[in-house]
């Protein structure tokens, strides 16, 4: 019943001129179901247990580990790359890099600026600039142990 009155209502939202093309799409996408967006992914934790995490599609990485409580959520408040100060940092399996775009600038900054050598691990990104897609199912994360300077 409840299905039928959402699709229902989501067909008479499309066909309102006064919306724009923008909110018609939040209203349809809200009633895609979220079987179709679901990611799910292995993760490695400090402790070498392999845990099988999930996440949705546009979601990122960051917010699966968080859920699942690989990563503490105290530990990185804000999504934003000015705000990173890599306790979001992940190690990515070596079949799944060429799945993910390019590290940005501002994202191998972070990384170099938060390693001891400062030589950047090609396996390293930031959990929280890696957005999941379709593509990534199955993919392998190990969650690094925090730094001792990033435990409160």
């Known amino acids: 019943m409840a299905i039928s009155t959402l699709n229902r209502l989501s067909s008479q939202f499309n066909r309102l001129p ?3 093309p923008f909110t018609k799409s939040l209203l349809t996408r809200s009633s895609a179901k979220v079987a179709d967006r679901i990611v ?3 993760a490695i934790d400090p402790d070498g247990q392999k845990r099988e995490i999930v996440g949705l599609s546009g979601q990122t990485l960051l917010k699966a580990l968080t859920n699942s409580g690989l990563i503490d959520p105290a530990s990185h408040r804000l999504e934003e790359i000015e705000a990173c100060s890599a306790e979001c940092e992940v190690n990515i399996a070596e079949e799944w ?7 940005s600038y501002d994202e191998e900054y972070v990384l170099k600026r938060n390693s001891r050598t400062r030589v950047l691990n090609k396996h390293s990104r ?6 999941l897609t379709q593509d990534l199912q199955g993919m392998v994360v190990a969650v690094p142990e925090p730094k001792p300077w990033d435990i409160p």
Do not use: I, Y
């Not at 930031?126 to 957005?131: D, E, I, T, Y």
């Open 18 to 20: 006064s919306l724009s």
């Open 40 to 42: 799910k992914l292995s």
């Open 97 to 103: 890099l060429e799945k993910l775009p390019p590290r």
């Open 126 to 131: 930031l959990g929280c600039q890696v957005v």
